[in-house]
């Protein structure tokens, strides 16, 4: 079975450092990892997908990387805003499946 | 466009009541999700919908009833709920399997529903 973890649970920032979020899964055998953003009372926004023939994705100052071998994906936020302020939720799709199988999410906080 | 909506944005019921909850895409996805979230908690998923057929049930109680009316709506009918019932529920859309491992799932901004 599937399980996604990520770490840590939460993280408070100051306002223009550059930060790393982290996902772990079990199982290797994944389609793709998306990155989401939600905030409080909101729904998802999906930030980046990784397939899983691909090492990393880049959309603006957020880069993300996946390393499928060791079950491990990163979130790299660069020049943090305090608008990134945010729970990131990091999802893997297992090979063969239509569903999603989430992390905890992360809450971040950038302080001004 | 990578729009879903979703109506009402909050509904209140009481345990006796009927309502629906209702999702729409105009981006020609053909699988349509409904999810439930609890507060500080990730999205669970209740039912998968791919090309009008219900795919995937999660296991949910038969007090929510999906129905998948055509490519661009997806309804949850609510009856007999309880307190506990009471969450955020998301709809997502992809495109399905056709898009293998490029296959994004873009959510709405959800239903905040209380059962009172």
């Known amino acids: 079975k599937q399980e996604v973890t990520q770490i840590p649970a939460a993280l408070s920032v100051p306002e223009g450092e550059n930060l790393v979020l982290n996902c772990s899964f079990t199982?290797?055998?994944?389609?793709?990892l998306q990155w989401f953003r939600q905030d409080p009372g909101k729904g998802l926004t999906s930030l980046l997908l990784?397939?899983?023939?691909?090492r990393e994705q880049t959309s603006g100052r957020l880069n993300a990387s996946l390393d499928k071998s060791s079950g491990r994906s990163t979130l790299y936020i660069a020049a943090s805003q305090p608008g990134d302020s945010a729970t990131y939720l990091c999802?893997?799709?297992?090979?063969?499946?239509?569903?999603?199988?989430f992390g905890q999410g992360t809450r971040l906080t950038i302080n001004p | 466009d990578t729009e879903v909506t979703q109506t009402p944005k909050h509904l209140v019921m009481g345990m006796t009541n009927k309502k629906s909850l209702k999702c729409e895409q105009h981006?020609?996805?053909?699988?349509m999700y409904w999810y439930k979230q609890k507060a500080k908690k990730p999205p669970e998923l209740m039912f998968v919908?791919?090309?009008?057929?219900?795919?995937i049930n999660e296991s949910v109680p038969s007090r929510f009833s999906p129905e998948c009316p055509n490519s661009s709506l997806l309804n949850l009918h609510l009856h007999a709920l309880q307190p506990e019932d009471s969450a955020l529920y998301l709809c997502?859309?992809?495109?399905?399997?056709?898009?293998?491992?490029?296959?994004?799932?873009?959510f709405g901004a959800g239903t905040r529903l209380s059962v009172l």
């Open positions: 997502a859309s992809s495109q399905g399997r056709i898009a293998g491992a490029k296959n994004i799932q873009y």
């Open positions: 199982d290797s055998a994944i389609y793709n």
């Open positions: 990784i397939q899983s023939s691909q």
């Open positions: 999802a893997v799709r297992p090979g063969g499946a239509q569903k999603l199988v």
């Open positions: 981006m020609g996805h053909r699988a």
């Open positions: 919908y791919s090309y009008e057929k219900l795919s």
